[in-house]
């Protein structure tokens, strides 16, 4: 019992060792701090979070009530103020259609007054101004729709009135021509007696009696009386004050008795139906319910209460805008309320903060006078260690004491050092060898480089032997050629002399044999011009041969067209010459414009020599490939030679089909000894001392290439070196 009780005990105190053996450690005081400061800041926190809890919730009551309740009170006094100016262009509609469109812009506006007065109530559906604003609000679109029915139903009046006033005219002039004629009659049978003209005259007592007096008398005020009251109804339609109105009612109506007390007391009235009829109709036109005088009163009420109920809207709105001060005021000063809860929040907050701050200010520098300086010349002097030993002070060892992270680091780098100059030792063995390596690659480069110029410097050295030898053998075969030239022209002329001598002879022949000699002789003199022909062809080929071994010459006119045909054709057979499978088909475009001009013909032939030979080459090499790719023979070889003059100059193309040059050596091609083929086959030098030929001759070489299908090289040439026309 007492060896367990012991092993406890041991491991207890060994635990208890550890934990004060640790407080040493950089690691624990960092979290001690830390933890300490981290306390700090939760306090902080804390503090913050109530101070800020509190600012939300009086911006909340700012941002969630007042400011939304101040916005739509604006905005409902706002609309309110955009119908009643609606308002009045509804009732100052002309024309129907004018009123259709002032009562779409009034629906939508309304539209919108409605949904904003929604949305307040939404907010605060209990409070009071609230109710009010609703209230006046819906006697607003109460006067709005009476508005719109008052002026709907003004112009139906209008109408009435407008067919009325109509036919006041018409109905004037039907009564002006019943009463006109007959009180002239009258008139006229009082004076004279005279019923008409085609009777007797009455004797003068009976038409200047009483009753006939009386008669004219009567359908004189018939006639006034019917304009007095047409002259009532014309001015009924145009009289703006009710009160004006009824009077004229009254005058008219007496009007309207007269005539009827007149009609009356005539015996024989004239066209009494229609009289009787037009009087009656005048009577109605004054006196009804649908007649002059009521529609009138009707309309000047009409617009008398439309002007009462825009003088209520414009009321309205300054109710609705007084409630929407009222709404601001009580929204500011609950806006102040929670702007001082804020306010109060955020001293108690600020004074909390502060102390906080004030203690962690406190905290810090105490650790950083004690713990943080101490740590850090010991790091710094570690540091410096550091740096000598990066300098390559590799030799003095470090000071290792205490016992925490700063001391197990100076250990570690102690090590380092150590390791560090057994490196130092493996890695100059090492750079030794690499620079040894470094240098036999160097070595086997400029080997490689070596015999790549000796291949090149060999095949240099048979390409003059060729020359030397081209030249010599075009020299033995220049004087067979001239024997075989000279030789067929002295046949030519012989065998011109035997055919005269059979023509001046005596006859003995007969006609078959002299047939038979004729045609002996022509078919000599046809094979002597062919061999003369040939022969001067191989000649003139022998003589560019020797002119090109010789190297340049002097300028002298040449004719371009003739240069590149002939150099065109050497190429060609030469291709020939050297692969029996070789085959061209040439196009050739040569400009009659051409003039000549003055060129080192035998330097301008190789450019176009060498051209030439590319492009055979080019061609060949694409057939060689397409045939053992497995192509149906479709491809042609093409070669297209021509020549133009320009404005500025005089252009030789040289296009081919063999494929072009790919876009990564296009801007090679020019560089001496610059090559695609084996060094057994090419130089490098042929497009290089081309171009330096067409510099020479003042004028430039363009390439135009398509990758994969063609090659086209222009050389052009300035027109100051044409030949002048003498």
């Known amino acids: ?38 306390l700090l800041f939760v306090l902080a926190s804390v503090n913050s979070w109530f101070a800020f809890n509190t600012v939300a919730d009086a911006q909340r009551g700012v941002v969630d009530r007042s400011l939304p309740q101040i916005t739509g009170a604006f905005a409902v006094a706002e609309q309110s103020r955009t119908l009643v100016a609606a308002a009045p262009r509804l009732a100052a509609a002309g024309t129907l259609e004018e009123l259709e469109n002032v009562r779409t812009s009034v629906a939508s506006n309304r539209q919108i007054f409605e949904s904003r007065i929604d949305a307040l109530e939404a907010q605060a559906s209990d409070d009071p101004v609230i109710q009010r604003m609703r209230d006046r609000a819906g006697a607003l679109l109460t006067n709005i729709e009476q508005l719109d029915r008052s002026v709907e139903e003004r112009f139906l009046i209008a109408d009435q009135a407008g067919r009325l006033q109509q036919e006041i005219p018409v109905l004037h002039e039907r009564l002006q021509r019943l009463l006109g004629p007959a009180i002239d009659d009258q008139y006229f049978f009082t004076v004279t007696g005279y019923r008409d003209l085609d009777s007797e005259p009455v004797p003068r007592e009976q038409h200047i009696s009483e009753g006939e007096l009386a008669r004219y008398r009567r359908l004189a005020d018939l006639k006034v009386n019917v304009d007095n009251a047409v002259q009532l109804l014309d001015r009924a339609f145009i ?19 007269a005539i009827t007390r007149n009609l009356a007391a005539l015996r024989d009235p004239p ?29 000047l009420d009409l617009a008398a209460q439309e002007r009462r109920l825009l003088a209520d809207n414009r009321t309205l709105e300054i109710e609705l805008g007084a409630e929407a001060e009222s709404m601001v005021s009580g929204a500011r000063d609950s806006a102040r309320e929670s702007t001082d ?60 004491s205490g016992r925490d992270e700063v001391a197990d680091m100076a250990a570690a780098l102690e090590v380092f050092r150590e390791a560090s100059l057994k490196a130092q030792r493996l890695d100059l063995v090492e750079r030794m060898a690499q620079e040894l390596r470094d240098k036999n690659e160097e070595l086997e ?36 050629l001239n024997f075989v030239k000279n030789f067929s022209e002295v046949s030519s002329e012989l065998v011109v002399e035997l055919k005269e001598v059979f023509d001046e002879g005596d006859g003995s022949l007969s006609e078959d044999d002299r047939g038979l000699v004729d045609e002996i002789c022509g078919d000599l003199g046809s ?84 051209m030439v030979t590319n492009a055979c080459h080019a061609t060949h090499d694409r057939r060689v490939r397409e045939n053992a790719a497995g192509g149906n023979g479709a491809y042609e ?16 193309a040289i296009q081919d089909n063999g494929g072009g040059i790919p876009d990564d050596i296009i801007g090679k091609i020019f560089n001496p000894f610059f090559t695609t083929k084996p060094t057994d086959q090419g130089t490098g030098l042929g497009l290089a001392l081309s171009n330096d030929i067409v510099r020479q001759h003042g004028g430039e070489i363009a390439v135009d290439t398509e990758p994969g299908e063609s090659t086209r090289m222009v050389v052009r040439l300035p027109l100051s070196l044409e030949v002048e026309d003498s």
């Open 239 to 257: 009289v703006g004050d009710p009160q004006l109105l009824e009077p004229l009612l009254e005058s008219f109506e007496s009007a309207s008795e």
């Open 271 to 299: 066209e009494p139906a229609e009289l009787m009829s037009a009087t009656e109709r005048l009577h109605e036109l004054g006196s009804g319910r649908e007649a002059a005088f009521a529609l009138r009163r009707r309309e």
């Open 637 to 652: 070889p093409l070669l297209k030679l021509s020549t133009r003059r320009t404005s500025d100059g005089v252009e030789v």
């Open 445 to 480: 480069q400029v080997l490689e480089d070596l015999k790549r110029a000796q291949d090149q410097i060999v095949m240099r050295e048979k390409l003059a032997e060729l020359g030397e030898l081209t030249a010599g053998v075009a020299h033995e075969i220049q004087n067979p």
């Open 341 to 400: 809860i804020a306010n109060e929040a955020i001293d108690t907050g600020q004074v909390l903060l502060l102390s906080v701050t004030g203690v962690a200010i406190i905290a810090a520098l105490l650790m950083g006078s004690i713990f943080i300086g101490s740590l850090l010349r010991r790091l710094e002097g570690l540091s410096s260690r550091m740096r000598r030993m990066a300098a390559g002070d590799l030799k003095t060892r470090v000071d290792v």
């Open 1 to 38: 019992m007492n060896t367990g009780g012991d092993n406890g005990n041991g491991a207890l105190k060994s635990r208890i060792a550890q934990i004060l053996e640790k407080r040493h450690k950089i690691s624990v005081r960092m979290y001690m701090g830390i933890s300490a400061a981290l």
């Open 527 to 610: 094979n002597l011009e062919r061999i003369t022909h040939h022969g001067l062809r191989a000649n003139r080929i022998v003589r560019d041969m020797l002119k090109m071994g010789r190297g340049s010459g002097d300028s002298q006119p040449t004719d371009i067209n003739a240069l590149l045909e002939e150099h065109a054709r050497l190429a060609y057979h030469s291709a020939r010459a050297s692969d029996t499978d070789f085959n061209l088909t040439i196009e050739e475009e040569y400009s009659p414009e051409m003039r000549e001009l003055n060129v080192v013909p035998q330097d301008l032939g190789r450019v176009f020599l060498n």
